[in-house]
């Protein structure tokens, strides 16, 4: 519920617990929530063709046919040069939009202060 951007007053008030009591559900549940918010996010996205993917795809196509029109000219004409800065805007375009992927790992419940802020500052990898 929460992921879903459901306050806190309404989730307790549906599920009739306290405000306490659900505060410590999101703290023990915090990746969960978080990659729930980024699914349902990303369905958005996709619903309304500006996830990155689809972006992707549209500019790959757009440069598919721009690449092919390239190819069966010669090169000597104004629209070709126009042709060809198309062709690689598309490319920077493209290049734009790679990025590296990250996944989300579970906290240890065992971890310490000192363990987390070292996971925190990136000095430790969790291993699954």
């Known amino acids: 519920m929460r992921a879903q951007g459901q306050s806190y007053a309404k989730c307790a008030e549906e599920l009739g617990t306290s405000k306490r009591t659900l505060l ?6 915090e990746v969960e929530i978080s990659n729930f918010k980024a699914v349902a996010l990303e369905a958005l996205y996709e619903e309304f063709f500006i996830s ?6 549209i500019l790959g196509a ?7 029109e390239l ?3 010669d090169l000597e004409g104004v629209a070709t040069s126009v042709l060809l800065t198309s062709f690689l805007r598309l490319v ?8 590296p992927l990250e ?14 802020f070292k996971r925190e500052a990136g000095l ?3 291993l699954p």
């Open 103 to 116: 996944f989300e790992t579970p906290i240890p419940e065992d971890e310490t202060e000192t363990e987390r």
């Open 124 to 126: 430790v990898t969790l």
């Open 71 to 73: 190819e069966s000219r």
């Open 24 to 29: 410590t559900w999101a703290k023990d549940l």
């Open 62 to 68: 757009q440069l598919k046919s721009v690449k092919q």
């Open 52 to 57: 990155r993917e689809a972006r992707v795809r």
């Open 92 to 99: 920077e375009a493209l290049k734009a939009e790679e990025i």
